[in-house]
């Protein structure tokens, strides 16, 4: 009874949608304005988005995490990447010591 009108857009303005030209849009992803980032930080910049998939292609083949292509704009913003792979090496660690809270009860 007290139900919502449907809403009918009639306007030419809503009806036609406005396209970026192809062109346009394909000159953007061949400029050197990409860059890729990952869960350690900025990996690379000034890459064409074709180069920045590659590199995409060969982290992840790498098992690395959070990968992402993005502006140089917005990778100015974030921390470059930390070398390595996080994992401190086995040498030089001295002997492995029982996990806190791991001792057995006196009951």
Not at 8 to 34: F, H, K, N
Not at 53 to 82: F, H, N, W
Request: proline share 7%; net charge positive.
């Amino acid at each position: 009874m007290f139900g919502l009108a449907r809403i009918r857009y009639t306007g030419a303005e809503v009806q036609t949608t406005p396209t970026i030209p192809e062109r346009d849009w394909m000159s953007e992803l061949s400029e050197r304005r990409w860059a890729v980032q990952s869960e350690r930080g900025s990996e690379a910049a000034g890459l064409t988005y074709e180069e920045a998939a590659a590199l995409v292609r060969r982290l992840r083949g790498e098992r690395m995490s959070g990968l992402c292509v993005i502006t140089d704009e917005a990778a100015r913003l974030l921390p470059p990447a930390k070398q390595g792979n996080g994992k401190r090496p086995e040498e030089g660690r001295g002997p492995k010591r029982p996990r806190r809270g791991m001792r057995k009860s006196a009951t």
